[in-house]
C-alpha cells in the first residue's frame, strides 16, 4: 500500500522498520511512513476508497497445513472433509479480499493450474471426527480472521479448534521443531513456474513442514523438473497436483 503524498527525508532516517502491524498503520497514519506492506483487515475498505491501496498479481498459495505426523490426522478422508468444510468464499468476504479462492495447489497464470470442482460435504460414517485439534498461527489480524472463520467453519461439523497465536520467529520456530496438528503458511514462487510450488512438498523438502510423502507424487516432481513447458509437463503437473489434494 502506497501513500501519495511525499516528505523530506534524508537517507539516513528515510526507512523504519516496524514488526506490530498496528502500531506501523498508526505511522503511516500520522504521516510518518510512506509504505505498508501489510494492512489491518478492518481498514482494507476504508483505504480502498481513498485510493491508498495499490495491488499487483504475484504467484502465492495461502494454506491451511495439517500435521500428518499426528495420530488425529493420519487419516486422509478426515483431512478432504475438513479441507472441503472451509468456507473459502466467506474468507474472501471477511478479508475484503480482490484474491482468488484457491481450490488447487498452484496459482492461477501458471502451467499447470486447473480449477478443481467443488465437492458436497458430508460426513462419511466411518470416519470418525477428534473431539479438538489444536492450530497455530502467526499473529496479524489477516491470520486471525481466516484461523477464526475456519475455526467456526469447523465448529458446524462438530469439532473444536483450539487456536493459539505467537510471533514470527517463534511460530517459525515451532513449525520447524514440534509442528501443530493445524497451522497456516503460504508459498510464493520466486518466477512464473509451478514447479517451487510442486518441490515445497516433496518427501525430503525442508519446507514440507506437513509430514506427508506420497512416492509417485515425488517421482512425478522429479520428471516435472526435467519437462520442457508444454501438455506433457501440464498434464504431469495436475497429476502430482491432484495426488496431493
Known amino acids: 500500500m502506497k501513500r501519495t503524498q511525499h516528505y523530506s527525508r534524508s537517507i539516513r532516517d528515510s526507512l523504519i522498520f516496524v514488526s506490530e502491524e498496528n502500531t506501523?498503520?498508526?505511522?503511516?497514519?500520522?504521516?510518518?511512513?510512506?509504505?505498508?506492506?501489510?494492512?489491518?483487515?478492518?481498514?482494507?475498505?476504508?483505504?480502498k476508497k481513498q485510493g491508498l491501496i495499490h495491488q499487483a498479481p504475484y504467484w502465492a498459495t495461502y494454506y491451511v497445513g495439517f500435521n500428518t505426523r499426528s495420530a488425529a490426522l493420519k487419516d486422509a478422508r478426515l483431512r478432504c472433509f475438513?479441507?472441503?468444510?472451509?468456507?473459502?468464499?466467506?474468507?474472501?468476504?471477511?478479508?475484503h479480499s480482490d484474491e482468488t479462492r484457491a481450490d488447487a495447489w498452484v496459482p492461477p497464470g501458471m502451467e499447470g493450474y486447473f480449477e478443481r470442482q467443488s465437492v458436497p460435504v458430508a460426513v462419511d460414517p466411518q470416519i470418525k471426527l477428534p473431539p479438538a485439534l489444536k492450530g497455530a498461527f502467526d499473529s496479524n489480524s489477516r491470520n486471525q480472521q481466516i484461523l477464526e472463520k475456519i475455526q467456526f467453519d469447523w465448529k458446524q461439523q462438530g469439532l473444536k479448534l483450539e487456536l493459539s497465536?505467537?510471533?514470527?520467529?517463534?511460530y517459525l520456530k515451532e513449525l520447524k521443531t514440534n509442528p501443530p496438528q493445524i497451522f497456516r503458511m503460504g508459498w510464493l514462487a520466486a518466477f512464473p513456474d509451478p514447479i517451487s510450488h510442486l518441490q515445497a512438498l516433496t518427501s525430503k523438502n525442508p519446507n514440507n513442514l506437513t509430514g506427508w510423502t506420497h512416492p509417485r507424487y515425488d517421482a512425478l516432481v522429479s520428471e516435472i523438473e526435467k519437462l520442457e513447458p508444454g501438455q506433457e509437463r501440464a498434464a504431469k503437473i495436475i497429476e502430482a497436483q491432484t495426488l496431493l489434494l
Not at 31 to 39: A, M, Y
Not at 165 to 170: E, G, L, P, V, Y
Open 24 to 47: 506501523a498503520f498508526v505511522l503511516f497514519e500520522q504521516g510518518r511512513i510512506d509504505v505498508l506492506g501489510r494492512v489491518p483487515v478492518y481498514e482494507v475498505e476504508r483505504l
Open 82 to 95: 475438513l479441507a472441503h468444510s472451509i468456507d473459502k468464499d466467506g474468507i474472501l468476504k471477511i478479508l
Open 165 to 170: 497465536n505467537m510471533d514470527w520467529k517463534a
